[in-house]
């Protein structure tokens, strides 16, 4: 059965535990990544953290399984365990449990919050932060500095979400980044900034923050600060 997917990485991840999690468990899955008029590499990024055992083909559409949508995060972490084990297992050496405070800044073309906002959040958090993971140099820098936190400019969207899912806690603004790796593992302590500190230019905040309220029913240590 086919299950489209587009995106990113963190997007290709949510939306493929929300499109095999809707199939039925004697369904097999070709999970499909469309790449059409998109202006970055948007080709399969499954195998970069997984290891895959359906087949993934590439086609040059739009098609995409809406994770934003009501019920999409319900279907997501009821059917997580058979997808994860019978169909994206993850990769020996994503998850090394750190233990570390890792806050991630989405940046880039989706600017969820400001330097401003993190540092904000961390303050009203009040953890010591070990790590600032972004896909933006400058904002990853400046929040680092403003939080006495370490970061890596030359670390890869896996380096990143490997540090999210090893992670103690995870400090954040809503992300398909973050929101995959809390699906993967519900047991994960992660504080989300609210739509209060969502103060960048990204608009869809909303609707990612309707994913990880009705998430929670399955996080019992997933946290937003409204």
Known sequence: MRVHIRGQM????????VAIGKLHADEEPIIVVNTAN???DATE?????????????????????????????TIAMEARERVLRDWLPL??????????????CRGGDKQVATADAYEKLAKEVGAKIDLVVSNDASLG?????????????S??????????????????????FVMS?????????????????????????DSDL??????????????VVR
């Open 181 to 205: 790796a809390m699906v993967v593992d519900p047991s994960k302590h992660v504080i989300f900034a609210g739509k209060s500190l969502c103060d960048g230019s990204y608009a869809a905040t």
């Open 38 to 40: 998109l202006a970055y």
């Open 91 to 104: 990769r020996d050496g994503i998850y090394h449990s750190s233990g570390a405070t890792v806050m991630h």
């Open 210 to 223: 309707a994913f990880i309220d009705e998430a929670m029913a399955y996080c019992p240590r997933v946290e």
């Open 141 to 153: 820098e400046s929040v680092a500095s403003r939080v006495g936190a370490e970061f890596n400019p």
């Open 45 to 73: 990024k499954l195998s970069r953290v997984f290891e895959p055992k359906c087949e993934i083909r590439h086609q040059d559409e739009m098609r995409k399984t809406p994770y934003w949508e009501p019920g999409a995060a």
């Open 10 to 17: 963190g997007v290709q991840i949510l939306q493929s535990l």
């Open 155 to 176: 670390s890869t969207a896996v380096d990143d979400w490997s540090a999210i899912i090893s992670a103690g806690t995870v400090i954040a603004a809503p992300s398909a």
